[in-house]
């Protein structure tokens, strides 16, 4: 199968068909599941920065929904103040990647709980700081911001609108994160989580590309805001708070630390692992939700993106099992043969 994909015309085929289903998938699907389509992209653009970070780099990141709050918010003013469209999605990427380089430069030489500790303290100081700052943010009951509307010379609805926006970003992000990895960036970002001795005696700074995923993993979560804010339309402090910055770092652990597939699964993840256990009880949701965790991390510690992986290692594994059995069997046949 590993084989067949290393083609470049199968790749190409590949791209093409699920480009098809990306295009026809909103004119079919009914209102709920474009709108919960849309969400997985929002939050798996997010798990992508933080993947960068946290699976990349091996940097501890506890507060990446900050930025994506941040984000939203930062769109939601552009938008009120009718800004262009192309502006507010810069502004989007660029403020929360500035203020992400400010607390990478401080933060970047601590190593360990030092550094957890200080992206803890993003979402927990920027929920009070939202509710304070109410003349921008709309305080406690946070501010409506509709831009994702469908223009009239479309034709589609709302829903469908919307999905085709988180689809472009989406497959652009995707894109970006991709070529960063897969380049001198993501070699870079590999030799520093390994070893960062090793890394700066090649010539690697460690402390610069840490300062460098940081921030990129800040531009990630805007614009995972701002197209929070395109689905949404509302956000509020509730948006940043630490409860959602600690799934969202299980989510992404759970589809796959070091992975760029695995962002996209870890937004699935994030999206509809709470609708199920709320299905189940909606007082035992916490709890559905560890347990799924801890069943995931144990039987698949890569995360679920490494499952076929491990399912052909299984499947190895028969193989040989039962090719010495088959081996074990004829050696007895020879032997009673022979006696």
Partial sequence: ?????????????????????????????????????????????????????????????????????????????????????????????????????????????????????????????????????????????????????APDWSGLYDDQWQFYIMVLVTALSFLLARNLVRGKFGRALSAVRKNEAVAASAGVSP????????????????????????AVQYTSPETMSFGHSIELVAAMVVGGAGSITGALIGGAYYVFIPQFTNS?????????QGVILLVVLFVLPGGLVSLPRVLRRLGSRRGTVVAQRQQVRQEQTERQGQA
């Fill in 207 to 230: 402390y610069r590309y840490k300062v460098l995923a940081f921030t990129v993993a800040s531009i990630f979560g805007g614009i995972s805001g701002f197209l929070y804010l395109a």
């Fill in 280 to 288: 189940i009880d909606p007082n035992l949701t916490a709890v559905g």
């Fill in 1 to 149: 199968m590993s084989t067949v994909l290393r083609n470049r015309w199968v790749r190409l085929g590949l791209v093409l068909a699920v480009a098809i289903v990306l295009i026809a998938a909103p004119l079919l699907l009914p209102v709920f599941a474009n709108q919960t389509v849309t969400r997985i992209g929002v939050y798996a653009v997010a798990m992508l920065g933080l993947n960068i970070v946290m699976g990349y780099t091996g940097q501890v990141n506890l507060g990446q929904i900050f930025f994506v709050g941040l984000g939203a918010y930062v769109a939601a003013y552009g938008v009120t103040h009718d800004w262009n469209i192309v502006l507010v999605f810069l502004a989007s990427c660029l403020i929360p990647g500035v203020v992400g380089l400010a607390v990478a430069l401080a933060a970047a030489r601590l190593g360990g709980l030092a550094i957890a500790m200080v992206t803890i303290a993003l979402p927990i100081v920027g929920v009070p700081l939202a509710k304070r700052l109410a003349g921008l943010t709309g305080g406690s009951q946070g501010v409506s911001a509709r831009f994702s509307g």
